[in-house]
């Protein structure tokens, strides 16, 4: 189990999201979040260097095409809303909707920390090396308010800590 489905799934358990549906919700968002890259073309997903504005054009598109592909599945219309705004940003300046705060759904308010988190720490074609678990969230605690929700930035940065001492987090030279 990744990373994004152990704290959307810890989350929903811990703030009493015990319906076992919310607890599902979060666990599916996580293994889906990105099927709409099967759209994005191997040579943009797999380019090696910086976007350019056109290439990124078509990244961005990946939310909504994944949450129309979700959404023709009955019973994951939820699923689907939160997969579509994903990439909001707290501040508003994300890409989707332009939602903000709390008008972005807050399993996507999760998702985006999760998200950010697992790449920052993965091995990317874009990037050499990846971030230590520690520089990773740093990088959380200085985007929350703007790019990340605040509280569940904070919740998140204590989850990591958590899953550490348990040994449950061995990314990036932990």
């Given at each position: 189990m990744c990373i994004i489905q152990k704290f959307c799934q810890a989350i929903g358990e811990r703030d009493s999201y015990t319906i076992e549906q919310e607890v599902t919700i979060a666990y599916l968002v996580g293994i889906v979040h990105d099927i709409g890259k099967v759209n994005v073309p191997d040579h943009i997903l797999n380019k090696p260097g910086r976007l350019t504005a056109e290439e990124f054009a078509v990244i961005k598109q990946h939310p909504q095409i994944g949450a129309e592909l979700i959404s023709e599945v009955a019973g994951l219309e939820t699923v689907a809303e939160i997969v579509r705004h994903h990439h909001e940003r707290y501040d508003g300046k994300g890409y989707g909707q332009g939602l903000s705060g709390s008008k972005i759904p807050f399993f996507s308010r999760m998702l985006a920390v999760c998200d950010t988190f697992d790449?920052?720490?993965?091995?990317?074609?874009?990037?050499?090396?990846?971030?230590?678990?520690r520089?990773?969230?740093?990088?959380?605690?200085?985007?929350?308010?703007?790019?990340?929700?605040?509280?569940?930035?904070?919740?998140?940065?204590?989850?990591?800590?958590s899953q550490q001492e348990q040994g449950a987090v061995a990314r990036a030279g932990v």
């Open positions: 790449a920052m720490t993965s091995a990317r074609c874009y990037r050499r090396k990846p971030l230590s678990v520089k990773a969230l740093t990088e959380i605690a200085k985007c929350a308010g703007t790019q990340f929700d605040p509280a569940i930035s904070k919740r998140f940065i204590e989850f990591i800590g």
